[in-house]
């Protein structure tokens, strides 16, 4: 190689490594957010996406979403460090947190700290409005969907409140319970009649039915649980470390200054079906993390 190009490779070798050597050490990190899969991913890809542009827009750093296959899978990709900050439903988070010392609850919408969950039948099934734990046993022999297993308001607290009526999912025709996987395949499940009644998410049939989803002339509301806390914002340890000190702070700020005011922020809380993003705290969680260990999802 003649002198002249041997100094020029020289030179651009040197100039490579000092740009690198001056980045921050968080430059190249991406933050993965990610959520339980509990509507159909249409949804879920248009929601975490326009997260992703937002927050990223916010921190100044690239932001992805990663979606999972299932409720076990969010959990599991939090503890292995695949997800960085996760939308948990109550059980799920409660489980994660437990899984991965150090994780912090950021947030919550503000729906979340008086959740409930709704009971809906199929017109045809001849089951009637409940209107106390007792009625729940109206359910016993009839075929009956959850959502995801690991569902809290699909699963988890109606089996709470069905076992305070005095009803056990062995008691629900064929001796058990179907699971769903989701609060809009219930919804599709029991509007069909292949289930006749099932427990679901009540925003999310409260969206069902603006959106035409749900035709309240083949599936109804026969019941609304009592209230209780549900989902929120995880983050992982360790992301200050990765981005910068006070990074998770920033983080925190950035989703509870989502609000209305912005086109996108408009968009993101239609979506997630709330008003805005409020503060949450790891203790809120303890009846949930009650409730699972005496229902066996948590041990």
Avoid at 203 to 217: C, E, M
Avoid at 235 to 247: E, H, I, Q, T, V
Avoid at 254 to 267: D, E, M, S, W
Wanted: aromatic share 8%; net charge positive; hydrophobic share 40%.
């Amino acid at each position: 190689m003649p002198a002249r190009e041997h100094r020029a490779v020289v030179c651009l070798a040197l100039l490579c490594s000092l740009s690198t050597t001056a980045l921050p050490s968080w430059a190249a990190e991406t933050l993965r957010i990610g959520a339980i899969p509990d509507q159909n991913p249409e949804k879920l890809n248009r929601l975490y996406g326009l997260l992703a542009q937002e927050l990223s827009q916010k921190l100044q750093v690239p932001v992805r979403y990663v979606p999972v296959s299932n409720y076990p899978a969010a959990v599991s990709a939090f503890r292995t460090g695949g997800l960085d900050v996760v939308w948990f439903g109550g059980l799920t988070g409660v489980q994660a947190r437990l899984q991965t010392p150090g994780a912090t609850v950021l947030a919550q919408r503000d729906i979340d700290a008086k959740f409930r969950s709704v009971f809906i039948a199929n017109t045809q099934s001849g089951l009637q409005s409940i209107s106390s734990l007792e009625g729940l046993q109206t359910l016993k022999g009839k075929r009956f969907t959850f959502g995801s297993e690991s569902s809290t308001s699909g699963r988890l607290m109606p089996q709470h409140f069905l076992q305070q009526g005095g009803v056990t999912p062995n008691q629900f025709a064929g001796g058990r319970p179907g699971f769903s996987g989701s609060h809009d395949a219930t919804i599709a499940l029991v509007q069909s009649g292949s289930y006749e009644a099932g427990a679901l998410n009540e925003q999310v049939w409260t969206s069902a039915l603006k959106s035409g989803a749900a035709d309240p002339n083949k599936v109804t509301v026969i019941w609304r649980t009592p209230t209780y806390v549900d989902y929120h914002w995880v983050a992982r340890p360790g992301l200050d470390k990765r981005f910068g000190s006070g990074f998770t702070t920033k983080l925190q700020k950035a989703i509870l200054g989502i609000k209305p005011t912005t086109a996108n922020g408009k968009t993101i809380l239609s979506l997630f079906a709330a008003e805005e993003f409020i503060p949450a705290w790891a203790s809120q969680y303890a009846p949930i993390e009650t409730v699972g260990r005496q229902l066996g999802k948590i041990r």
